[in-house]
């Protein structure tokens, strides 16, 4: 059962504009959430990072807003450039404080589109 | 720089045949995993490892098995290679006790099976 979920496989948006990405998660354990980026042909890279104790988290023209009581959390892209074009995934822990491993939830992706 | 490497950008194989897939990282990682990537199923965990010689399922273990004999090198292994094998496979490590930004990822074999 998908535990991470990424429910628009597809977004299309104007170069300048903002980008809105969305995830949801159905565990109420995890309390550290992150988005990864990945172009074709590359592996996906660490894009922002949010604790479940903040709401929001910024970097540059990314923000990642958590609504804990709503197992929701969004990617803001501000503006949207056309580098951006990419997939995009929404990925999730429970942070086991005994363990040293981390394993992470992904869910499908988004794949975003920024034409000129 | 952080480096995870694998050792076939693409891969053809055929019904069958056993497949090794190798993963190397030059971080020191504890922590090693194997996903594939399908179109709209998005990365799926296949096994991962916390330490040389260890290693545990993921969500899709079927069909696969892992060797890590050493720190650096996380092995996949396809018994014997069938048609609904054909994926990305990516491999990533991260270090132990830290938040999960740090998993790295290596940039993906494309295997086909015929």
């Known amino acids: 059962d998908q535990q991470v979920k990424q429910n628009s496989p597809s977004l299309s948006v104007q170069e300048g504009r903002i980008s809105i990405l969305n995830c949801d998660y159905t565990n109420s354990m995890f309390d550290y959430f992150l988005w990864y980026k990945k172009y074709p042909a590359e592996g996906p890279t660490f894009l922002i990072s949010i604790s479940s104790i903040k709401d929001k988290n910024e970097d540059g023209r990314f923000t990642v807003f958590l609504n804990k009581s709503a197992k929701h959390l969004s990617l803001h892209i501000v503006p949207s450039q056309p580098g951006d074009s990419a997939v995009y995934f929404c990925?999730?822990?429970?942070?086991?404080?005994?363990?040293?491993?981390?394993?992470?939830?992904f869910g499908r992706g988004t794949q975003l589109t920024v034409w000129p | 720089d952080v480096k995870v490497t694998q050792s076939s950008r693409y891969l053809v194989k055929r019904t069958g045949e056993k497949v090794f897939l190798e993963c190397v990282q030059d971080?020191?990682?504890?922590?090693m995993f194997w996903y594939r990537q399908d179109p709209g199923l998005g990365l799926r965990l296949i096994y991962f490892?916390?330490?040389?010689?260890?290693?545990e399922k993921g969500d899709i273990p079927e069909g696969y098995s892992v060797s890590r004999e050493k720190k650096e090198r996380f092995s996949l292994i396809l018994e014997s290679a069938s048609t609904n094998q054909t994926s990305m496979y990516l491999c990533a490590s991260s270090p132990p006790g830290t938040f999960l930004e740090t998993q790295y990822f290596g940039p993906g074999t494309r295997l086909l099976v015929l």
């Open positions: 990925a999730a822990t429970a942070l086991d404080r005994g363990s040293t491993l981390g394993r992470l939830y």
């Open positions: 490892s916390y330490d040389v010689k260890m290693k």
């Open positions: 971080m020191d990682h504890e922590n």
